[in-house]
């Protein structure tokens, strides 16, 4: 069965790092393509970030760039996003996807995990 479950999230103060985890199961996450999204309370969905299955190139949103680093572990099965001085505004649940390329830029892609909350304060 097809799975993703996300892991990593949790309190963490302004300027701190977190890395948050996707894993998959029942299916090999190197034939996709794999984006971070996230929702805050009251907004839309947005896109953080994404990894091409067939160069590994990446994507940030503006609003990520230099802070945050998406990443494949393909022996693992597992796609990370490494999150460095993280704002306030960063606070969401993050969540993780996978799919064709195009399906996963426009939000519609075929596998969705559950979600972790990121929240970031002090």
């Known amino acids: 069965q097809v799975q993703l479950v996300e892991s990593g999230g949790g309190l963490v103060q302004p300027g701190g790092s977190l890395r948050l985890s996707c894993a998959a199961s029942?299916?090999?996450?190197?034939?996709?393509?794999i984006g971070w999204f996230r929702q805050a309370p009251g907004k839309e969905r947005e896109g953080v970030s994404c990894?091409?299955?067939?160069?590994?190139?990446?994507y940030y949103a503006d609003s990520v760039k230099g802070r945050f680093t998406i990443s494949r572990d393909n022996a693992k099965n597992t796609v990370y996003l490494q999150m460095n001085s993280l704002k306030p505004e960063d606070t969401a649940v993050y969540y993780c996807?996978?799919?064709?390329?195009?399906?996963?830029?426009?939000?519609?892609?075929?596998?969705w995990g559950q979600g972790t909350q990121v929240t970031v304060s002090s």
């Open positions: 996807a996978a799919g064709g390329f195009f399906t996963v830029v426009a939000g519609r892609a075929d596998y």
């Open positions: 990894i091409s299955s067939s160069d590994g190139s990446t």
């Open positions: 029942g299916f090999t996450l190197d034939y996709y393509t």
